[in-house]
């Protein structure tokens, strides 16, 4: 998933780099950010509000289009923290960040070579996803299909924001949110109203994707875990008025344009988003479980009953007093496959499950609960 994320960034500078060097003057407007050890903390911040809300600045909206309801607490909590923020600057309590041209700007003599460059890797990457496409299906099929592999996507995302870049600079929603949250203190200016349009526009297309592969689901009754997702997006919201800018700035703006601050930042953002997912793992017993095939990922959240070290430990003393839950006593257990088990049905109609699927369900029943 990471290396999409790359991928994204080659898409944008794709589309970028020759105009930098066709239009010269266009490389020196890009404006980028000091690197300093605050802005360092804020991505930490931001990583670990992002892991504790299950999602970041990307996938909050699509959950969000997806009928998921508890993204509007990260939403809500979000604006609070660029709140929290602008209290603790107005004492002075916190710095607020340095602006500091971006490196791009420098590289406009080398734009010929490194164009040459990244068209030829672009070139290589469309011929792969092609190649690489499922035997039969057509190029219709491909555009309309219920979803994309990360390889596409990223390419899809890149050129879409390289051109956006262009015509209009930094457009990342987050920015958005937090200069409407400032502009309620007269902080800063209300947001013009193309950033407004341009985030409605995301939007409708995450909509529009949710109807076409039909996973639409409402979950609007309210429960405690919600407020997991307000936390986070109150950490997310310190973060990104700390940095500044989410995952959305920094990999559509801040690393394309060499911004000083940006990889460190970001960097320090998967960090905590590590950190969080293991505390959440080992002290709370919750998991996030990303499964990966063929360049497509899905993503889940699951509670294990108990701390994920205690139901450790007692699973492996309920596998050595009950033997016969396991077909093989010396084996590990069976973690969830990604492809689904075969299963054959009796001849009235039932199915039938081998030793290893039962053995896998009575771990999974076990082991965690969905939430």
Known sequence: ?????????????????????????????PRGWAISGLSTLGGFVFGAGAAMNGACAF??????????????????????????YAALAGRGWLL???????????????????????????????????RTRMLGVRFKELVFAGQYRLSTAAMLIGLANGALYLV????????????SAEGLLNERDWPMTDRWLLLAALFV??????????????GGRPKVAWLRNVFGGMLMGLGAAVIPGGNDALILYGIPSLSPHALPTYVALVTGIATVLSIMRWGFGIEMHVECHNDVCVASSIRSVKPAKIAAQEAGALQSSVPGYLPDRGRAPVEPSIHPPKVRRLSSG?????????????HQSIHRERI
């Open 1 to 29: 998933m990471l290396l999409s994320f790359g991928k994204t960034v080659l898409w944008v500078l794709v589309v970028t780099i020759p105009v930098f060097w066709l239009v010269p003057s266009a490389g020196a407007v």
């Open 59 to 84: 996938s909050t909206l699509a959950r969000l289009a997806d009928g998921q309801l508890r993204m509007l607490g990260t939403l809500c909590g979000f604006i609070v923290g660029v709140v929290s």
């Open 96 to 130: 607020p960040p340095s602006p500091a041209p971006a490196v791009v700007g420098l590289l406009v003599a080398w734009a010929g070579i490194l164009g040459l460059g990244l068209f030829l890797l672009a070139l290589c990457e469309s011929i792969r996803l092609w």
């Open 168 to 179: 209009y600079g930094s457009w990342g929603y987050t920015g958005t949110l937090q200069q």
């Open 205 to 218: 297309g995450m909509a529009m994707a949710t109807w076409q592969r039909r996973s639409f689901r409402l």
């Open 350 to 362: 039932r199915p039938h499950v081998g030793p290893e699927e039962f053995s896998r369900r009575i």
